[in-house]
């Protein structure tokens, strides 16, 4: 059974960097695409930033140069550390796996996790 659990999110204040984590476990062969979508409330759900199996990312323009994430293939998690934070990034953030092969799931998956609030206020 795969399941995506994450970390990291909480209270902090305009100018402050806050870091998430998201871990994939289950008998978990490898996994294409991992990345970071955020969703206000009464928003649509759109993307932060995904990262390839080979270290290549992408931005969203709202977040480039502010946001960085990270992977580590051999823990099968991706990292997003955030700094300068606005309070526009106030959101629940989610953890997405992408083209995940897994000893349970017939040809490749897509999985979410569950959701992180962040919420960036004085």
């Known amino acids: 059974q795969v399941q995506l659990v994450e970390s990291g999110g909480g209270l902090v204040q305009p100018g402050g960097s806050l870091r998430l984590s998201c871990a994939a476990s289950?008998?978990?062969?490898?996994?294409?695409?991992m990345g970071w979508y955020r969703q206000a409330p009464g928003k649509q759900r759109d993307l932060v930033a995904t990262?390839?199996?080979?270290?290549?990312?992408d931005y969203a323009d709202s977040v480039k140069g502010r946001f960085t994430i990270s992977r580590d293939n051999a823990k099968n998690t991706v990292y997003l550390q955030m700094s300068r934070l606005k309070p526009e990034d106030s959101a629940i953030y989610y953890c997405?796996?992408?083209?995940?092969?897994?000893?349970?799931?017939?040809?490749?998956?897509?999985?979410w996790g569950q959701g992180t609030q962040v919420t960036v206020s004085s």
């Open positions: 997405n796996a992408e083209g995940l092969y897994s000893r349970s799931h017939y040809g490749p998956g897509n999985f």
């Open positions: 289950g008998s978990i062969f490898s996994i294409n695409a």
């Open positions: 990262i390839s199996s080979g270290g290549v990312a």
